[in-house]
């Protein structure tokens, strides 16, 4: 080999060390630069900003002769600031704002002159209740920041505000309905939890005062509260 292509050969060798040099360091910044952004993502991630919850609803401290039937429906919907509250992230307090609709079926409705009273015949009666939420709950889960499948406990409580009412009686004799009733409460706290794993989670919701501000009926209808039973659904 002459001593033009030797230098040519070491030349073009340097050159190739050189570049691979380069591409490995490139390699270990683009490897550390995702190492920092995992970290950034580990300590910044937030959980469940969004809720939909689907219930039966049951009436508490009832009067006599009180009697539900079918399915009475309650929804929630709304959104949660998640605010983790320890380095881990696993406990956190979140605020929000949602809403919710009851659907009470029963045998307590309004006779021709709208007044309230316990049906002895009916062929359907209903209480529709529509509220704004303003929610608060203490959460903890074993979460991570690649995995949304985890345990979760939150508990909670709820001022939930009256926007509107109806009630609809309808017999074999007449059909009556009743809008905005100045009976029912207007401001409606409440206690609730949920507890479950990934997306499945169990949802209860208890009223801490009355749904009638005052009795409505002679057996003490003012102290009927509500008692929630279903399931919680949270969405990032």
Known sequence: MSYKAKVLFIITFISFLSVKAQQ?????????????????????YREDQFYFAIS?????????????YAFSLGMNIGFLRDMPI??????SIAPGIGF?????????GLNPDREHVILEQYNKNSLSLHYLDFPIEFRWR????????????????KASYLLSNRSKT????????LRNDPNITKWQYGLYGALGFNTWNFYVYYGLNQ?????ILVQDSHKMRVLN????FYIL
């Open 229 to 232: 039973l279903g399931l919680m």
């Open 211 to 215: 749904v009638y501000k005052k009795d």
């Open 24 to 44: 490995r360091t490139s390699n270990t910044l683009a490897l550390e630069q995702e190492t920092n952004d995992s970290i950034k993502l580990d300590s910044k």
């Open 56 to 68: 039966h609803s049951l009436m508490q401290n009832t009067p006599v002769d009180f009697s539900p």
């Open 170 to 177: 309808v017999t074999d004799q007449y059909s009556v309905i």
């Open 142 to 157: 074993n979460s991570t920041a690649q995995s949304h499948k985890f345990w979760r406990v939150y508990l909670g409580f």
């Open 100 to 108: 919710s609709y009851n659907n009470l079926r029963s045998n307590l």
């Open 86 to 91: 320890n380095k881990a992230r696993t406990f």
